[in-house]
């Protein structure tokens, strides 16, 4: 059992550049969700996704997309990267507890 | 939408001491409260949660009190150890709704 998957683990990019971050996760689980996670900020929501087919706004949703592909997967895509967008991202899915994935360091320049 | 704010930000006290970090929510219809432990570099790990139908629960040194009047929940940590140092966060949600609201986190060291 795997559990939450994340890749990259790291990225750079450029400003206007375009990336998907990937999430995954075995544990057949319906609702899984994007964090971001900036120093002093705590982890803000991004985008959900309550079950497969299905995906809803966080508290910072833009400038980003999201693709719920499966019930496994769990998509988080910058169209045109920004500086702002320098973060640390977390997937997390749930039943019961949200269980995280390790997490994408993205720093944009 | 909900709000959560957490206190202190920062924390510091000597291994064996207690340490405790607050939490308060505005949503009266929160019904959940987990607390995350964040090592270094790592992922938020669920340490303890409760839910409004008690005001407290134990697991072994962590505690988590809630008091719903007020709108305020509590993370209690005794004999503390040089492994509890991390990060610490608190959470609200409507159980059930699956979208939890977190603090700005509580840097927890523990001196030795």
Partial sequence: ??????TPKFQVLKTGQSMTLQCAQDMNHNSMYW??????MGLRLIYYSA????????EVPNGYNVSRLNKREFSLRLESAAPSQ???YFCASLFGEQYFGPGTRLTVT | GENVEQHPSTLSVQEGDSA???CTYSDSASNYFPWYKQELGKRPQLIIDIRSNVGEKKDQRIAVTLNKTA???SLHI???QPEDSAVYFCAAALFGNEKLT???GTRLTIIP
């Fill in chain 1, 51 to 58: 079950s497969e087919g299905t995906t809803d706004k966080g």
């Fill in chain 2, 71 to 73: 709108k305020h929940f």
């Fill in chain 2, 78 to 80: 005794t004999e503390t």
């Fill in chain 1, 1 to 6: 059992n795997a559990g939450v998957t994340q």
């Fill in chain 1, 86 to 88: 320098t973060s640390v």
């Fill in chain 1, 35 to 40: 964090y971001r996670q900036d120093p002093g």
């Fill in chain 2, 20 to 22: 405790v970090i607050k």
């Fill in chain 2, 102 to 104: 977190f603090g700005t």
